[in-house]
C-alpha cells in the first residue's frame, strides 16, 4: 500500500472505503492480492452489469486484438463500430420502435451529458436547463451545473449558471406532484424561471439516493415538456442497459425522450465508452463541432455488439433481471420489518434498489461490517445514508442469497450489536428458493 500513499493524490474516494489491493476478478468475485474472495455489490458503480471478464465478451475481445483490429480510430469507419450500430439499431433501437441518431462522445458519461446539453442548447436557442434536485450527472463544468450534490460542487471553484433545480418526485413529501409546480411556472412570465431547451432527469436516481420516479410521474413530465416546446433528456448513464430491468430504464413509462445519453455499462467490459442518442431533427452540429480524442473505442465497441448479441436477442434476460429485483426488494422490505424500527425505508427499481438508513453514520457502519464479511458495497444520498445494491446482473442466485444475508447480518450488528449467522448465506432457504425460481 506504500506507493498509493507516497505518490497517489488524495482525491482518491472508493480506495478508503475498501482498502485493499485488489488484482482478478471474474463474474460478481473480486480477488485482493492476498487471495481474499469478496462478492461485488459495486460493479464498477454500475458499469459492469454483466460481471467482471465476462467470457462471452472476453473471447470476442481476444479474438479481435489477436486479429490486429483497430483499437483507436477517432471517428473514422471501421468494421467494428458498424457491427455496433447494426446490432444496436436491429435489437435495441427497431424492436422498441425508437429512431435515433447515434453520437460518439468523448468515452465517459459526463462527456455524453456536456454533448446532449450542448445539442439541446444549440437547436432551441435557449441557455436554460431544466434538472432535479439531488440529481447526479458528472463532474464536468457543464454537467456539474445540472448536479446537485453540493460536495461536487464545491470543488469546481467557480460559479455554476444556465440551469434551474426543480423538486425531483418525493422531494416536497407525498401528495405533491411536482411535475405539477414545474408546468406552473414555466406558464407564468413573471416566475423568474427562463424558458429552458430541455429538462434533464434520471429515472432513478443513482448517486441522488436511489430515488425512483414513478411512471405516472415521468408521463407528467414528458407531457410538461411537450406542452412548452421542451426537449427531454433521460440521463440513463447507470440505469440504463438492464440495470432496472429493461435495456432503457424509460420503457416501463412509455415514454421517449428526445435524447438519451448512456455510458458505464454500454461497452458491458468495463471499457469507456458514451454516446448520445438523439432524434434525427436535433442532429445540428457541424463536423467536428463536438469531439474527442477517445470518441473511437474500438475494443469497446467489440465488446458492446457482444453483450447486445448476448444479453437482449430476446427477452428472457430482462426478465430474469425482473425475478433477481423483486428477490432484492422482497428481502430489503424483510430487513426493514425486523431491523427499521420505523426509520429505514427500501427504494429503487429492478436490480436498481436501495436501503434508506436515514442516518449516514448507521449506513456506513453497515456496509463496513458488511465488507469485513466478503461483500463490496457502496453507499448514495446527499448524506451517504443510503446502503446501494448495484450488483452485476448476471450474478447467480446463490450468490445474491449470500450477499443479501451478510446485509443483514451487517444491519443486524450496526443496529443491534449482535450479527446473524453468515455461514448459512451458501443456500437458500425454501423462501427464498421459491421467490428466486417464480416468474418476474
Known sequence: MKIFDEIESEVMSYARAFPRVFNKAQGEYLYDEEGNQYLDFL?????LNYGHN????????????????????????????????????EKILQPRNLSYVVQFT???????????????????????????TNGFHGC?????????????RGASGVSMSGVTRMPYEG??????????????????????????????????????????ASIEWLRNLQDVCTKHDVLLIVDDIQAGCGRTGSYFSFEEAGIVPDIVTMSKSLSGYGLPFAVVLMKPDLDQWKPGEHNGTFRGNNLAFVTATAAINHYWSDDTFARDVLRKGEYIEQRLERI???YGDGNMTTRGRGMFRGLNCVSGDLADKITSEAFRNGLVIETSGADDHVVKTLCPLTITDANLTRALDIIEAAVSKAVKGEGVPVERNFFATEFEEQTLAGAA
Not at 460493479?43 to 458499469?47: K, L, Q, S
Not at 468523448?106 to 432535479?132: H, M, Q
Open 43 to 47: 460493479a464498477g458503480a454500475g458499469t
Open 171 to 212: 422531494y416536497l413529501g407525498d401528495g405533491i406532484d411536482t411535475t405539477a409546480y414545474l408546468d406552473k411556472v414555466l406558464s407564468d412570465s413573471s416566475s423568474g424561471i427562463d424558458h429552458p431547451a430541455a429538462v434533464l432527469v434520471e429515472t432513478v436516481q443513482g448517486e441522488g439516493g436511489i430515488n425512483a
Open 140 to 152: 464536468s463544468l457543464a454537467a456539474l451545473a445540472a448536479t446537485g450534490n453540493s460536495h461536487h
Open 336 to 338: 426493514v420489518d425486523k
Open 54 to 89: 465476462n467470457p462471452v465478451f472476453k473471447e470476442a475481445l481476444l479474438d479481435y486484438i489477436q486479429q490486429d483490429g483497430i483499437t483507436h480510430g477517432l471517428d473514422l469507419h471501421t468494421k467494428a463500430k458498424r457491427e455496433f450500430l447494426e446490432v444496436f439499431s
Open 106 to 132: 468523448g468515452p465517459t458519461g459526463t462527456n455524453a451529458v456536456e454533448a446532449a446539453l450542448k445539442i439541446a442548447r444549440k437547436y432551441k436557442g435557449r441557455e436554460n436547463i431544466i434538472s432535479f
